[in-house]
C-alpha cells in the first residue's frame, strides 16, 4: 500500500473539458481527511501532479535516458511546470535529477532532433492556468554540452488545451514540424507549426489544420505507405452526459508538403477518452496500424485496448480489448514485449483501496494474441502511485523494459527477463 499524501494523479475526465489542478486537489482533500477534522488545506502542500514519460538516448552515449514531466503546486497561487532528465550513465546508474521550469501545467513531452545539431531536443504541451491562459508549447533545446538543455522557449500559444503533441516532417522538408492537438487563439481545429527549414530551430507561422470537433490526440507518420508523412488524429465531436463521442481521422500528406482535407477512419467511439494514440505496424504485416489505449469517462463504460488494423488497399477495421476488470488504470504503452514481432502493451495506474487514506498502484502486462486481441499475462504491484508508463530498452540489452512515473514525481524502472520474454522483475525506483 502507499501513503495517499503523496498520490496526486490525474483522474479520467469526460472530454473536453481540461484536466486542471483543481481535480487533483479535490482528490488529494479526499484522501488525506481534509475538512473531515484533520489539517486545513496547506496540509495538502506542495504536490506533485505527474503527466508524462519518455525514453531516449539525450546524451548520445548509446544507453537509454529518463524525461519526465510534471506540475509542483507549492500552494493554491504557486504552481509550476516542472521537467525533469534523468541520464544514464552506466548500466542501471542514473545522474542526479536535473530539473526545468516549463510552463505551468505540462502534459505531453515530445522528442526530436529539432534543430539538426544531432542532440534529440524537447517539446512540451502546456495546459496553461486554471483558467486557461497561457497554454501552448514549449521548446527545450541542447546546448554545446550533450545532456545539457537551455530554458524553455515558447513556440506556439493555444485558444484550447493541448492534450497532445508531435514532431514529425508534415511537408516533407526535411525538418521536423510540430504538430499539436489544439487549435490558435482564433479558430478551433488543430494546429500545425512548420519549421524553418533555412534556420533550423526556428518556426515559421502557425497553420490551422480544420480538424472536426475538439482533436485530443495526434501521431504523425506514414499512415498509407506513400512515403509521405500523415497526420492522424482523434477528435471529440460532442458530449452528452459526460460521455464523449469520439471520432478517428486522418490530414493525409500530399506532394508539394500539403494535406489532404479531413478523413474519418471507422473507428468512433463513445463515452472513453483517449489516453495513448501510436502509429505501428501492430500485426507484422508491412502496414501502418492505429493502437490506442482509452479510459472509462464515467460509470458504465471500461477502459480498453483499440487496434485500427489497415488492411489492403488501406480498409480499416478495429478490434477491442475490454480492461473492465482493471481499477484504477490511467496511462498506457506499446512496444513488442515479448519478441514476437506483434505490438504489445502495458497501462498502468492507481485507486483507492480500503482505507481512504491508502492507494494500490499496479502495472498490467498485455501480449497481443491473434486477431488484434490483447490478452493479461502479469500484473505487477508498484510502491508508487502510477499516473504513466513508457516502453524501452533501459538496460541495453535488446528487449523492451517498462518505466512508470508516479507519486512525487519518483520514477520505477521493470526489466524485462532475458529468460521469459514478456514478463518483468519488480519494480525498482529512483527518488
Same mark, same amino acid.
Given at each position: 500500500?502507499? &501513503?495517499?499524501?503523496?498520490?496526486?494523479?490525474?483522474?479520467?475526465?469526460?472530454?473536453?473539458?481540461?484536466?486542471?489542478?483543481?481535480?487533483?486537489?479535490?482528490?488529494?482533500?479526499?484522501?488525506?481527511?481534509?475538512?473531515?477534522?484533520?489539517?486545513? #488545506?496547506?496540509?495538502?502542500?506542495?504536490?506533485?501532479?505527474?503527466?508524462?514519460?519518455?525514453?531516449?538516448?539525450?546524451?548520445?552515449?548509446?544507453?537509454?535516458?529518463?524525461?519526465?514531466?510534471?506540475?509542483?503546486?507549492?500552494?493554491?497561487?504557486?504552481?509550476?511546470?516542472?521537467?525533469?532528465?534523468?541520464?544514464?550513465?552506466?548500466?542501471?546508474?542514473?545522474?542526479?535529477?536535473? =530539473?526545468?521550469? @516549463?510552463?505551468?501545467?505540462?502534459?505531453?513531452?515530445?522528442?526530436?532532433?529539432?534543430?539538426?545539431?544531432?542532440?534529440?531536443?524537447?517539446?512540451? &504541451?502546456?495546459?496553461?492556468?486554471?483558467?486557461? $491562459?497561457?497554454?501552448?508549447?514549449?521548446?527545450?533545446?541542447?546546448?554545446?554540452?550533450?545532456?545539457?538543455?537551455?530554458?524553455?522557449?515558447?513556440?506556439?500559444?493555444?485558444?484550447?488545451?493541448?492534450?497532445?503533441?508531435?514532431?514529425?516532417?508534415?511537408?516533407?522538408?526535411?525538418?521536423?514540424?510540430?504538430?499539436?492537438?489544439?487549435?490558435?487563439?482564433?479558430?478551433?481545429?488543430?494546429?500545425?507549426?512548420?519549421?524553418?527549414?533555412?534556420?533550423?530551430?526556428?518556426?515559421? #507561422?502557425?497553420?490551422?489544420?480544420?480538424?472536426?470537433?475538439?482533436?485530443?490526440?495526434?501521431?504523425?507518420?506514414?499512415?498509407?505507405?506513400?512515403?509521405? &508523412?500523415?497526420?492522424?488524429?482523434?477528435?471529440?465531436? $460532442?458530449?452528452?452526459?459526460?460521455?464523449?463521442?469520439?471520432?478517428?481521422?486522418?490530414?493525409?500528406?500530399?506532394?508539394?508538403?500539403?494535406?489532404?482535407?479531413?478523413?474519418?477512419?471507422?473507428?468512433? =467511439?463513445?463515452?472513453?477518452?483517449?489516453?495513448?494514440?501510436?502509429?505501428?505496424?501492430?500485426? #507484422?504485416?508491412?502496414?501502418?496500424?492505429?493502437?490506442?489505449?482509452? =479510459?472509462?469517462?464515467?460509470?458504465?463504460?471500461?477502459?480498453?485496448?483499440?487496434?485500427?488494423?489497415?488492411?489492403?488497399?488501406?480498409?480499416?477495421?478495429?478490434?477491442?480489448?475490454?480492461?473492465?476488470?482493471?481499477?484504477?488504470?490511467?496511462?498506457?504503452?506499446? #512496444?513488442?514485449?515479448?519478441?514476437?514481432?506483434?505490438?504489445?502493451?502495458?497501462?498502468?495506474?492507481?485507486?483507492?483501496?480500503?482505507?481512504?487514506? =491508502?492507494?494500490? $498502484?499496479? @502495472?498490467?502486462?498485455?501480449?497481443?494474441?491473434?486477431?488484434?486481441?490483447?490478452?493479461?499475462?502479469?500484473?505487477?504491484?508498484?510502491?508508487?502511485?502510477?499516473?504513466?508508463?513508457?516502453?524501452?530498452?533501459?538496460?541495453?540489452?535488446?528487449?523492451?523494459?517498462?518505466?512508470?512515473?508516479?507519486?512525487?514525481?519518483?520514477?520505477?524502472?521493470?526489466?524485462?527477463?532475458?529468460?521469459?520474454?514478456?514478463?518483468?522483475?519488480?519494480?525498482?525506483?529512483?527518488?
Amino acid at each position: 500500500m502507499i &501513503s495517499a499524501r503523496t498520490h496526486h494523479g490525474r483522474l479520467p475526465l469526460p472530454l473536453p473539458r481540461r484536466p486542471m489542478l483543481a481535480v487533483s486537489l479535490c482528490l488529494a482533500a479526499a484522501l488525506t481527511g481534509c475538512g473531515g477534522g484533520g489539517g486545513g #488545506a496547506g496540509d495538502l502542500f506542495p504536490i506533485w501532479v505527474p503527466t508524462d514519460v519518455k525514453l531516449a538516448d539525450l546524451d548520445g552515449d548509446g544507453r537509454t535516458d529518463i524525461v519526465t514531466i510534471s506540475q509542483l503546486a507549492a500552494s493554491m497561487s504557486d504552481r509550476r511546470g516542472q521537467l525533469t532528465v534523468r541520464l544514464q550513465t552506466a548500466p542501471g546508474v542514473f545522474t542526479t535529477a536535473q =530539473t526545468y521550469t @516549463v510552463g505551468t501545467y505540462p502534459w505531453r513531452i515530445a522528442i526530436a532532433d529539432v534543430d539538426g545539431d544531432g542532440a534529440p531536443d524537447l517539446a512540451v &504541451s502546456d495546459m496553461g492556468a486554471l483558467d486557461g $491562459s497561457g497554454a501552448g508549447v514549449w521548446l527545450l533545446r541542447q546546448g554545446g554540452t550533450r545532456g545539457l538543455f537551455g530554458a524553455a522557449a515558447r513556440v506556439v500559444s493555444t485558444a484550447g488545451s493541448p492534450y497532445e503533441l508531435a514532431l514529425g516532417d508534415a511537408n516533407g522538408d526535411g525538418a521536423p514540424d510540430l504538430a499539436v492537438a489544439a487549435g490558435l487563439a482564433t479558430t478551433t481545429g488543430a494546429t500545425l507549426v512548420p519549421q524553418d527549414p533555412a534556420r533550423r530551430g526556428s518556426f515559421l #507561422a502557425p497553420v490551422a489544420l480544420a480538424v472536426p470537433g475538439t482533436p485530443t490526440r495526434v501521431a504523425i507518420g506514414d499512415l498509407d505507405g506513400d512515403g509521405r &508523412s500523415d497526420l492522424v488524429f482523434r477528435t471529440t465531436l $460532442s458530449a452528452l452526459a459526460g460521455a464523449a463521442s469520439t471520432q478517428l481521422g486522418v490530414l493525409s500528406g500530399l506532394a508539394g508538403g500539403t494535406l489532404a482535407a479531413w478523413s474519418a477512419l471507422p473507428s468512433a =467511439t463513445t463515452g472513453i477518452n483517449g489516453v495513448t494514440l501510436a502509429l505501428r505496424d501492430a500485426n #507484422a504485416d508491412g502496414r501502418t496500424d492505429v493502437l490506442e489505449y482509452f =479510459t472509462p469517462c464515467c460509470t458504465g463504460y471500461a477502459a480498453t485496448l483499440r487496434l485500427t488494423v489497415q488492411g489492403l488497399g488501406g480498409v480499416f477495421t478495429t478490434a477491442d480489448t475490454s480492461l473492465a476488470g482493471l481499477l484504477g488504470i490511467n496511462g498506457g504503452a506499446f #512496444a513488442d514485449l515479448d519478441g514476437d514481432g506483434r505490438v504489445d502493451a502495458a497501462v498502468a495506474g492507481s485507486y483507492p483501496v480500503g482505507s481512504p487514506s =491508502t492507494v494500490q $498502484s499496479s @502495472v498490467h502486462v498485455l501480449i497481443q494474441g491473434g486477431a488484434g486481441a490483447f490478452a493479461r499475462t502479469q500484473t505487477l504491484p508498484l510502491p508508487l502511485a502510477a499516473s504513466a508508463i513508457a516502453a524501452g530498452d533501459v538496460d541495453g540489452d535488446g528487449r523492451p523494459d517498462l518505466v512508470v512515473l508516479g507519486s512525487a514525481n519518483r520514477v520505477g524502472i521493470l526489466i524485462g527477463s532475458a529468460v521469459s520474454p514478456g514478463t518483468y522483475a519488480s519494480v525498482r525506483t529512483l527518488d
